[in-house]
């Protein structure tokens, strides 16, 4: 059974950094598409990032370039290091893989 739990969320100020953990058990993040989702109040769920078993990367737009997906895969962990982080990335952050879904974690981005 896979199980995803997210944490690190919480409340930074804009221009502030976070960085969210998800860690996996019943599938090895190595071997796995990991990605990171988000869904801000009143909005659908938004692809943030994606890292594949090869190691590439892809970001949304509006993360590009403040936001970076990694892996520990000895701890079976995917990371989401939040740079710059504007009041809009306010959202629920979620860890996915293939039909798996964490619960999420909240991160609330405001002065």
């Known amino acids: 059974q896979v199980q995803l739990v997210e944490s690190g969320g919480g409340l930074v100020q804009p221009g502030g950094s976070l960085r969210l953990t998800c860690a996996a058990s019943?599938?090895?993040?190595?071997?796995?598409?990991m990605g990171w989702y988000r869904q801000a109040p009143g909005k659908e769920r938004e692809f943030v990032a994606r890292?594949?078993?090869?190691?590439?990367?892809y970001y949304g737009d509006s993360v590009k370039g403040r936001f970076t997906i990694s892996r520990d895969n000895a701890k079976n962990l995917v990371f989401l290091q939040m740079n710059s982080l504007k009041p809009e990335d306010t959202a629920v952050y979620y860890c996915?893989?293939?039909?798996?879904w964490g619960k999420g974690a909240l991160v609330t981005v405001s002065s």
């Open positions: 996915n893989v293939q039909s798996n």
């Open positions: 890292m594949f078993s090869a190691g590439i990367a």
């Open positions: 019943g599938i090895a993040v190595s071997a796995n598409a």
